[in-house]
């Protein structure tokens, strides 16, 4: 299993990114899918989240109506488009795959998680 991020990088407040989550080694379609943020000396906290198909997606009430989370189903992958980024943005931004069926926003939902992409917005 291997679920690999990337796009991260610095920008400034008020621009985008769009990180991208590349999944293999397991049954990706099946599975519901989310992207979680950690600050340092803080634990992880849900970002944003996806069911099987897609047509589902919720969000932390930090990021609403400024992220997005999609998937490709027939390229395995998942990105997160940022908007209007702000310093308290700034962390390291992991993908996860859910073991739970419907809205999954725990840690300990999660059984695959990705390595971490860096996210740093400059004020």
């Known amino acids: 299993v291997q679920l690999q991020a990337s796009g991260g990088g610095l920008v400034q407040a008020g621009g985008s990114l769009r990180l991208s989550c590349a999944a293999s080694?397991?049954?990706?379609?099946?599975?519901?899918m989310a992207w979680f943020r950690q600050y340092p000396g803080k634990e992880r906290e849900f970002v944003a989240g996806i069911n099987w198909s897609g047509g589902n997606t919720y969000y932390a009430d930090s990021v609403k109506g400024r992220f997005a989370i999609s998937r490709d189903n027939a390229k395995n992958t998942v990105p997160l488009q940022m908007n209007s980024l702000q310093p308290e943005d700034t962390a390291i931004y992991y993908c996860?795959?859910?073991?739970?069926?419907?809205?999954?926003?725990?840690?300990?939902?999660?059984?695959?998680w990705g390595q971490g992409t860096l996210v740093t917005v400059s004020s």
């Open positions: 080694g397991f049954a990706f379609s099946s599975y519901p």
């Open positions: 996860a795959a859910s073991f739970v069926t419907g809205r999954a926003t725990r840690v300990h939902d999660y059984g695959y």
